[in-house]
């Protein structure tokens, strides 16, 4: 006591001061509550704003960083989002291929079905199997009962016939072959006539038909049965063109397939007529 004498006299006082009052307001604490509305009026007035200013940056710091990371968990959950709807996009599409394939193949069984008990559908692996001839190929063979020179039909009309057997595949010979043949009628008048494939086009041509012929513009061409090789009466197409030359001895008639023969995707397979003779090879 006496060295805190010596060192202060002020410092002295002041801390027998403090203490004094220190215990003074213990005593006015315990024994009045007015101490308590003293106390928050101090805490109200004084140190809450002080409290508030001391705290203001730090309460900036953290909402910038919670605003950052709100921003940031948005911009994942937009690319997360998009990413969804981008995969349902691509499932719808698949879907729509998947509902017009169908629709497309149950049009070939009905279509099938109308024309012929026995069908099978099959699909074209390949269109251009050969250089030098129309050939495609099909996914069925002998392993499903296919025969050599099987009538091969669409939706719309012929397409040609078996000519190669495998196990597994088989090769078609398409009616728009140069070399192939088809017997046929024009249906309105009932005149018979050679179709096959055309140099001059990729449209089908009337073969060997005198210019005196009353074929017309617009005439059905279907399949007479002739030579046995194919089932009467399954449309070929139609004529598109007639061009008569006086110093040539046959029309030149142009018939238009109404089978897409340049683009197959479905074929179908007919079982109710047995060529009596065998189609020529590739």
């Known amino acids: 006591m006496e060295r805190i004498y010596k060192k202060s006299t002020k410092d002295f006082y002041t801390l027998i001061l403090l203490s ?24 109200d ?4 704003p002080l409290y508030n200013i001391s705290s203001l940056p730090r309460n900036v710091i953290i909402s910038f960083m919670q605003e950052y990371q709100d921003i940031d968990m948005l911009e994942n959950e937009i690319k997360k989002l998009k990413a969804e709807n981008m995969s349902l996009k691509i499932k719808l599409q698949e879907f729509d291929s998947l509902k017009e394939e169908n629709e ?7 279509k099938s079905l109308a024309s012929t008990k026995k069908q099978k559908i099959a699909k074209v692996l390949n269109n251009s199997a050969s250089p030098t001839r129309k050939i495609a190929i099909i996914d069925k063979g002998q392993n499903d009962g296919l025969y050599k020179g099987q009538n091969v ?22 009616i728009n072959d140069i070399n192939h043949n088809v017997p046929g009628t024009i249906s309105r008048t009932g005149e018979k006539v050679i179709v096959a494939g055309s140099s001059r086009s990729s449209n ?38 007639i061009t008569k030359d006086p110093e040539k001895k046959f029309s030149d008639i142009d018939v ?10 479905d074929v179908i397979l007919i079982w109710d007529y047995q060529p009596s003779i065998e189609t020529e090879n590739e």
């Not at 009052?21 to 009026?41: C, G, V, W």
């Not at 497309?104 to 009905?110: V, Y």
Request: hydrophobic share 45%.
């Open 20 to 43: 004094l009052l220190s215990i003074s307001m213990i005593i006015i604490d315990h024994k009045y509550n007015q101490a308590d509305y003293a106390r928050s009026f101090i805490n």
């Open 45 to 48: 007035i004084i140190i809450y």
């Open 104 to 110: 497309r193949l149950l049009a070939i069984e009905k």
């Open 153 to 174: 039909i669409g939706i719309n009309g012929l397409i040609g016939q078996i000519v190669e057997l495998n196990t597994m595949s088989s090769k078609i010979i398409l």
């Open 204 to 241: 089908l041509m009337v073969q060997f038909t005198p210019i005196d012929t009353e074929i017309k513009i617009g005439d059905i061409v279907t399949t007479s049965g002739v030579a046995g090789r194919f089932k009467s009466n399954i449309p070929i197409g139609k004529v598109v063109s």
């Open 256 to 265: 238009k397939a109404f089978e897409n023969l340049d683009n197959l995707s």
